[in-house]
């Protein structure tokens, strides 16, 4: 995996109808709306009603992206520019876009990149709060004294760039800007060409009269905040600048301005018809547009009939190459390459369907971050994206919240990933379904230009099977617009809406807790239900994850869900040792670590719940049938189970005692025979790519199980080594209680009850603290006692020991663990175990860590989590070793399957709650916590939502412990590996 640390960018039918036209509905709409009334302000940038000044409307994207720096007709801009940044608008350089003006001593900054990691200001993160005064649609007004914004009060970044051109008569010249954070406006060669905001949409200007043969001088004045940051309250670092790529489109006397391309599906799907229709611009007088459409044994003209054609869908994306013509006379004037795909995505009644099948969408919601580059994303990591999306068995993306920059789209298409492309507009901060914003004439302009931007320019691409009108904001007339806007473009596709319903074809239900997503489901009676986002995967988090999963495979009105979300929004800084978040920069207002929810560490590293997802997205079920073979049960929407190699392994007390190829038959996987052994038995299946696709190579595991098959009278469940010696009755130690050290084995270990687990980020907020913060400092009900059982000839010892718990009275809370702690010399850093990993896992989330040997250092134990927090369990454990260099430590067995963590400092270190892994001081020795039963982790959301009931310890039930420890003398630590 490349380490991108140091890369740097390369320099449907619809249910609704409208009987009358757009313009009317609008006009309609603004009658009935609530209009408020503002002073006149002197600032574009404060006024909702000024959008754009100059700027042309929105299109497609007119080549791929991909293929658009190779395109004769594109003049890249990106690279350096000179930069002036100032604190708030008095103090930018006014008049810097005049020719005259010396920017000689100016320094530079990369295009596109976000100015804030350029060395400028502050990244800001917040959540729903604004990072300015809530003033609407002032952005100027005096903020509270900490905040960023009230000594800065909008900061300004001034653009300079110098370009050669050579100016052709009759060419028009479009200056194209990707996505600029907040507004900005425009000069070429000291004349003022226009104004944009909107962040996240495209922005385009006919600099045809401004430009001139040889050098020329391009300007932008860019605001950190305006009015239109009312609707770009999104829950991420807020950045600012030119983020997305620049350029100049170099256009004919006539040009395509935009097209479309329109391609159906039969209602058996046996015929699809493709066709183009085209906008033009300029000297249009007998030009003319032609196409083709190529691939998959089709070569011909558009518009085309194609028999059984080879369709679109995440499991096979097949796409055809479309090439575009503009044609004058026969001489050809520009020519663009696309590509599209067939694929017909349709509502019937509760279901949602993709080409005639109804599907379940295992998704994820990804923000454009990169650590070192903020919201500028390269194409490397783009790739690398996708391709531990498809690795984790997930086949859908939701761009929250807005639209991502073009290149993602056509990554899309090729990887096979379906889109729910969202509009740039969120008002959280005015609170859910608010008629602040959502019904206000005065704002209704900005929302119908985000439905208008995001659906013109990505409505080619067979990927997007859903437009969003955005989320978390308002309700009311001005989502009456949007809806109309994106129908008045496409009636294609559903449309999506998590805050008026009545405007949305799917119904959302956010973070429920599995129990309440059933009821829902059966509730919604009129269309599909869509989690949009479920599973906060914050810090140590998704259990329950397969418990979301049983109820969406057993409701066909269940499309899936989209798991909060993709990658930690961490930034990587050449001063700081670690990840920094909200408030490591000194930036105020900021919500701290709230950005790091993610599956994968801001390196695109996986965390170890992303291989719990990938478990649970997985589409083929294995299950042993009574002759000990193996059933499978094929949950691909389009794929056959013939499309994949099989093999298997069987284990033996977690050795790989025979392996090899499996046979499938119809439904059935033939193995190799069962061990006559006497061990414990398991057996893994595994089924593999057959061949190398784009995003893993031949051999990759797409599913996988671990099967225990019916013991057989040869075969036990595990026993530990020391069970047959029993304990001498002079040997007995006095019952133990609370957390005082005794040393029953040697000088150099200590034993005491502990029963107190350390917070994750989910527990930090559903009161873990208080509600099971008895057991802090308290073990009542619990007896610790420890017995020597045999002593070798080496003068080792092993002891049993024993721990009870009887309620002491029937009030008691829940307990975060039931075990007890050990503290280990510091040289004892070898960890070799039999149970659940390699990964860590914890009761609510074990199923993807099969049974086996593992071995690690404790360092490597504890996962990335840039915030420290509870960590590193390993569950279903049979026995451990931990040793030092020489193999001298101790062995812990039992016949109870239990838990342990090994740190290489205190639990009460996690409890301080250090903001980062290097204030987690390093002691001179080693915690062992070994617990028959912990507390899961939880998996619902991070602000309230508790571990399920069935992942919790009942305090008001006893328990009981036993396990072995042995002293393991110089080398006689346990090999693994052969």
Not at 742 to 753: H, K, T
């Amino acid at each position: 995996m490349p380490n991108i640390l140091h890369q740097m960018p390369n320099h449907s039918t619809l249910p609704l109808e409208w009987g009358v036209g757009r313009g009317a509905v609008v006009f309609l709409l603004f009658m009935f709306c609530f209009t408020s009334s503002i002073a006149q302000t002197p600032h574009d940038w404060e006024n909702p009603q000024v959008i754009g000044i100059n700027k042309l409307p929105y299109h497609a994207s007119l080549t791929l992206p991909s293929e658009r720096a190779l395109h004769p007709e594109w003049l890249s801009l990106d690279g350096n520019w000179q930069f002036h940044w100032a604190k708030n608008p008095d103090e930018r350089p006014a008049d810097f876009y005049r020719e005259d003006f010396d920017t000689s001593s100016w320094p530079t900054i990369h295009v596109p990149g976000t100015w804030q990691l350029q060395g400028y200001g502050k990244p800001i993160y917040t959540n729903m709060n604004y990072p300015f005064k809530r003033d609407q649609p002032r952005v100027m007004s005096e903020p509270p004294r900490h905040f960023f914004s009230y000594e800065n009060r909008n900061p300004t970044g001034s653009y300079v760039r110098e370009f050669n051109l050579k100016k052709e008569p009759g060419r028009h010249y479009i200056l194209h800007f990707d996505g600029v954070k907040s507004a900005m406006y425009v000069w070429v060669n000291g004349q003022k060409v226009g104004y944009s905001q909107n962040s996240m949409a495209p922005a385009e200007f006919d600099i045809t009269p401004y430009v001139r043969d040889g050098s020329n001088r391009l300007c932008a004045e860019v605001y950190r905040w305006s009015d239109g940051s009312y609707l770009e309250d999104q829950d991420m670092f807020r950045f600012s600048g030119i983020y997305r790529s620049v350029g100049i489109w170099m256009r004919p006397d006539a040009y395509i301005r935009d097209y479309v391309i329109n391609t159906s599906l039969s209602n058996d799907l046996s015929e699809g018809r493709v066709s183009i229709s085209a906008e033009l611009a300029g000297k249009t007088k007998g030009a003319e547009v032609t196409a083709r459409i190529v691939g998959h044994g089709i070569n011909a003209p558009l518009p085309a009939v194609i028999k059984n054609p080879r369709l679109w869908s995440s499991e096979d994306p097949a796409l055809y190459d479309v090439f575009v013509d503009l044609r004058r006379k026969g001489q050809v004037l520009e020519t663009f390459h696309y590509r599209t795909g067939f694929r017909k995505v349709e509502i019937r009644g509760e279901v949602f369907y993709v080409n005639n099948h109804p599907i379940k969408l295992k998704g994820v919601n990804r923000h454009e971050h990169h650590p070192r580059t903020g919201r500028t994303m390269d194409e490397a990591t783009t790739r690398l994206d996708l391709e531990l999306m498809k690795q984790c068995n997930i086949n859908m993306i939701r761009t929250s919240h807005y639209p991502d920059m073009p290149l993602f789209y056509e990554l899309c298409d090729i990887y096979g990933i379906y889109v729910m492309d969202e509009a740039n507009q969120e008002s959280h901060a005015f609170g859910l379904r608010n008629k602040v914003m959502g019904n206000d004439s005065l704002w209704m302009k900005s929302h119908v230009d985000r439905a208008l931007s995001l659906v013109n320019r990505d409505k080619n691409h067979p990927s997007v099977i859903w437009w969003s009108l955005g989320n978390e904001g308002g309700s009311g007339c001005n989502f009456v617009a949007m809806r109309e806007a994106v129908l008045s473009v496409d009636k294609t596709r559903p449309i999506y809406c998590d805050t008026d319903m009545d405007q949305s074809d799917i119904y959302d239900f956010a973070y429920p807790h599995p129990d309440q997503l059933r009821t829902m489901a059966q509730r919604v009676s009129d269309r599909p239900l869509f989690m949009r986002e479920y599973a906060h995967a914050m810090g140590n988090s998704l259990g329950n994850f397969r418990e979301y999963w049983d109820v969406i495979y057993a409701d066909p009105s269940i499309i899936g869900g989209a798991i909060w979300d993709w990658v930690d929004q961490g930034i990587a800084t050449d001063s700081l040792p670690y990840f920094a978040y909200g408030g490591d920069f000194g930036d105020q207002p900021n919500d701290g670590p709230f950005c790091l929810n993610g599956l994968i560490a801001p390196d695109r590293v996986p965390h170890p719940h992303y291989y719990q997802a990938q478990y649970i997205h997985q589409n083929i079920q294995f299950a042993l049938n009574s002759q000990q073979n193996v059933t499978l049960t094929n949950r691909y929407d389009f794929t056959p189970l013939t499309a994949f190699d099989y093999r298997y392994e069987w284990l033996c007390d977690g050795r790989i005692v025979s392996k090899g190829e499996a046979e499938l038959d119809g439904d059935q996987l033939h193995i190799g025979p069962k061990p006559d052994l006497s061990g414990e038995l398991f057996l893994n299946v595994y089924a593999c790519l057959k061949e190398r696709t784009i995003w893993a190579d031949k051999g990759f595991v797409v599913a996988r199980e671990q099967l225990r098959p019916t013991a057989n009278s040869s075969e036990r469940e595990f026993q530990p080594s020391a069970s047959s010696k029993s304990p001498s009755s002079k040997q007995t130690a006095p019952s133990l209680s609370g957390k005082a050290g005794v040393e029953p084995m040697g000088a150099w270990s200590s034993l005491s009850i502990n029963l107190w687990k350390p917070t994750n980020d989910n527990q930090r907020r559903n009161n873990y603290a208080n509600r099971l913060g008895y057991w802090r400092d308290h073990t009542d009900g619990c007896t610790l006692n420890y017995s020597k059982v045999t002593t070798t000839s080496g003068g080792e010892s092993s002891y049993l020991v024993i721990l009870d718990y009887q309620p002491p009275r029937s009030d008691m809370p829940l307990m975060p663990k039931f075990g007890v702690e050990m503290k280990l010399p510091s040289t004892m850093q070898h960890v070799r175990w039999y149970g659940r990993g390699p990964f860590e896992n914890y009761p609510d989330r074990k199923s993807a860590a099969f049974i086996g040997l593992y071995e690690s250092f404790v360092d490597d134990l504890q996962p990335n989590y840039i915030v420290p927090q509870d960590n590193g369990n390993r569950s279903d454990v049979r026995w451990l070793e931990i040793t030092d260099d020489q193999g001298k430590g101790i062995r812990i067995e039992s016949a109870q399957p239990f838990n342990f963590r090994a740190w290489n400092y205190d639990g009460e270190d996690l409890d301080k709650e250090p903001r980062h892994a290097n204030e987690l001081p390093r002691r001179d020795h080693v915690t062992l916590n070994i617990d028959l039963l912990i507390h899961g982790v939880g998996g619902n959301d991070a602000w309230g939502a508790r571990t399920l009931d069935a992942y919790t310890i009942d305090g008001n039930q006893p328990h009981h412990f036993e396990f072995y420890v042995t002293e393991l003398g110089k080398n006689q630590g346990l090999k693994i590996k052969d």
